[in-house]
């Protein structure tokens, strides 16, 4: 059998489980029929099977350069490292499609076998909503031209085109599967939410698993962001790490949602508040999911991408407002299930606080898009396009062509937004629920303030005025002071009761709350993050320089000598190498070489970015091209404060996201105590909490 | 409605106005008109501000300098074509009959370029055959 007919196949088998599993949805909704009820589980289990066969024979046909597959002829040739083939699994449309479909199928497939309990009719309808989505994809999979990765050409070619040299880089390969992980994890706790509403359980809206499956989304989708921004940075060559073009804003969005929710979700789950909120956040993101799709497949927004008018965005128009729609009027329907069970005391409060970062987290979500999504806005509906002169400087255009906001939009409107909700964040381990907040704040603000004016003080001492810089120090240094001066009191108060060393004891509290404690490592992660951004883009320099062979010239702090030009041959490509010597003032040396590669096969120019990286600020030079003699060559220097503390970031980011998704290791009778049953079994008391109050 | 209400709802109000006015200013700074080169060369409304320009390298007058960082090319439309003069990194994509973007003004006559990008196909394209680009 052909790889394209076995996968062609396992789609059509996956296509027939949904459609059971949804038949036996109807008949355990309609009928109580318990035969039903475990058609529609188990469906979504051999949902994952028939995707897995399918991948497996999509990545058979890779390894095996079967080029009788259009896509694999379009995306691999034979020379290309059998990695590479691989990884060609997504590096064009059909084949991505096909991932995300099966990675959605994986995250049902296990959900279904270890959440669901049996005779649970809102799992049986969580479990009709994963079908849906499933037999979205599988219709799209099967029967869209451009969408169906198993289309075969009349005539296998002798060789394939090959993969994009961009592409062939470990940063690029990782980026797609953490975003589509991501995406895949939105459609849980959407269908949780919705089967539960559906079935009337107000109990089971947000319980733990809707929490996790969040928690995770939001990881995938932070790894994925982090991991493209990387990519962006060592490999395009331009210096930085985010443009706000639209595919990036696109990823983007659900990330802001998710954030707020794996915070509001936390004040459902211990409070019974915000409901409303969550509902919204929860199905938000997973529209934004595909809104995300729409955007980057359909060429309706115009981006340096320069997409295609793909078809498939069409059907992903659809898919979106059917999403909406349909979770839309669950929500109106089921509305007497949302409402708060115990009114907002104070504004000081945790509660208030979440409800804030949640809507300057929502604010920000509708001014990213709105900025991808006017050039389109503008040209779909007239009227939004003929207001655009009055309110732009460039009015004298009259209205004529398309147009789209640029970075100095998103700097100028978002990054304030962002600064605000870092705020909030750095108050957030002294916050505390309830009418007594107020006052608890007031009393424990003192030292954190005090940490950050110290931070103020310390960065103007150094030299830098910079208003957002003294900003930034603030944040940190209040969220710096509020996290470790928490922490140490719970670990103090944890050795006193419970005996053992400093580090037994602080193990021991991590442990005991690693939803708190992850948390502010994620929080950590943020500030570190924060500073890399604050630094990069607030005392950035570019310099440009031309040098022939052997001469120097002074750039910035740097003597830079360019010691040699050497041409370098390699399996699928030809690098002429520059080697630069940078001296510095106190006469330290480094050396650093940049290349240009000249890819036979495509006939395409990449530039290998040559970086030097320490915690102070990054080196970053790029061979920008010689002149028609080959004598003078161009560089561009980039010095780059504080990048390094962007990837440093992320990393913490990740270990805090994981540290959160982990359950308790240590066992100890002290910390049992320390749990206590929350409102819906998942949430944990406090030790903080309970300090306060005591 | 309590007082804790109130003051949510004139918290919210203050943002509200806030980000407004942010976006507002935003705009007036960030947008950009693209524009093709047909209609830039026609309507001299256009002339005077900063606009991007969508459009084919001339494989005529084309003068690459990579050791400088400078091109000099003439942009085409459909029917007509402006000079471009571009100061910066030149992309690897760049050459005769690329498309590309341009961002910036005229000056005398020339269309003083900071900013060059070169179009190439997503991966996410239709179009089978052509190169993809990560997205």
Known sequence: MTSALLGNLALSAALLACAVGIV??????????????????????????????????????????????????????????????????????EGSLLLWAWLTAGAAGLWAVSSWRSNELHHAVAGGVLLLIGAFFAVLLLYVPTASPFTTLPEAPADGQGLNPLLQDPAMIAHPPMLFMGYACFALPLAILLGALAAGRGDELCGEPVRRWMLAAWLFLTVGILLGAWWAYIELGWGGYWAWDPVENASLLPWLTSTAAVHSIGVQQQRGMLKRLNAVLICGSFALCILATFITRSGIVQSVHSFGRSTVGTFFLVFLLLAIAGSGAVLVWRRKLLRSEAPLETVWGREGMFLASGALLMLMTCVVAAGTLLPAIAAIFPPAGALLPAITDAAAAGGSGQGAVGPPFYNSVVLPMGLAVLGLMAIGPILQYGAGAAAALKKRLAVPLGGGVLAIIALMVAGFGNLWALACALVAGLSLTATVWDFARSVTQRARTGGGGAVGAALRVIDSNHRRYGGQLVHLGMLMFMAGVAGSSLYGRKHEVSLEQGRSADVGQWTVKLETLREKRHANYTAVEAVLTFTDRAGRQMRLSPERRFYEKSGQVTSEVALRSTLVADTYVLLAGAAADGRAVGFHIFVNPLVLWLWLGGLTMTLGGIVCLLPPVLRSTADSEGISGGRTGGAQADPAEQRVSA | MTSVHRKFLIAGGVLLAAVAYLAYAGMRKGWVYYVPVDQFVADARLHGQRVRLMGRVSGDNLQVDGGAMTAQFDLLGPARKVRVKYRGVIPDLFKAGADVVVEGRLRDGVFEADVLMTKCASKYDDSHGRREMPG
């Open chain 1, 24 to 93: 036996g949805v109807v008949a355990a909704a309609r009928l109580r029929s318990t035969a039903g009820m475990r058609a529609a589980r188990w469906s979504l289990p051999v949902v994952w099977l028939c995707l897995t066969v399918a991948c497996l024979a999509l990545a058979g046909g890779l390894l095996d350069s079967d080029f009788s597959i259009s896509y694999i002829a379009r995306y691999t040739e034979r020379a290309l490292p059998a990695g590479y083939k691989l990884a060609a699994l997504w590096a064009g449309q």
